[in-house]
């Protein structure tokens, strides 16, 4: 059995979070395979015995059981030694990206991509155009934060790039969005985290079940 195990599927941009970390750092670990579609995560089983709040991902590790993306790669950061703060003070300003990217980054892109493309029936229209604004809104806060500086936190790749890149890899036909054509810094980041060793895209890092 591999070191790490996550419980994740494909379609996952919040799996796909510690699943690069885990790729990126050579570590030994495997993915098992969440049927998210079949309500996997809203039956007893998973809830009782994985994650009450019956959300994926969940990473087990060393006989813990951790969810939530922003504390899985904050624990990685730690235990793997790589993509952590240097100290104290940039610690502190991983988290508040951390905090950024899932209360408006990630939430808005993630459930505008859902609506548009995965769920059936699609989204009611007006609730998607109301997601693209508020996800432009937050791209804009992060193109701009790019303009100046190749990585995020500390001129190097770190837990908030990655927690920010959860969605951004998966096609523009589910995303609803042209990257390099509206925020082509956020497209020239992406760049910068795909040519890193060991990089894959999430439809090739983790299994799917569509």
């Not at 969440?34 to 959300?55: C, H, I, K, P, S």
């Not at 990217?101 to 548009?116: G, M, P, V």
């Not at 001129?155 to 908030?160: H, K, S």
């Not at 790039?161 to 020239?188: C, H, K, Q, W």
């Amino acid at each position: 059995m591999a070191a790490f195990r996550l419980h994740c599927f494909g379609q996952s941009g919040n799996s796909y979070k510690p699943a690069l970390m885990l790729a990126l750092c050579g570590a030994d670990w495997e993915p098992v395979l969440v049927d998210y579609f079949g309500g996997e995560t809203r039956q007893a089983g998973w809830r009782d015995g994985l994650n009450e709040m019956g959300e994926c991902p969940v990473l087990e590790h060393d006989g813990r059981t951790l969810s939530q993306s922003g504390v899985i790669l904050d624990y990685l950061a730690e235990v793997l030694g790589q993509f952590g703060g240097r100290d104290a003070d940039e610690k502190r300003e991983i988290w508040r990206w951390v905090l950024f990217d899932n209360h408006k980054f990630t939430s808005y892109f993630a459930t505008h991509r859902f609506l548009n493309a995965l769920a059936e029936p699609r989204g009611n229209p007006d609730v998607i155009a109301f997601l693209r604004a508020r996800t432009t809104a937050a791209f804009k806060v992060l193109d701009q934060h790019l303009a100046t500086r190749a990585w995020t936190v500390g001129g190097r790749p770190t837990i908030a790039d990655l927690s920010m890149a959860g969605y951004v890899f998966y096609p523009e036909a589910e995303t609803g969005f042209d990257l390099r054509a509206e925020f082509p810094n956020i497209a020239a980041w992406a760049d910068r985290i795909a040519a890193l060793p060991g990089w894959q895209a999430p439809y090739d890092l983790m299994p799917s079940q569509r």
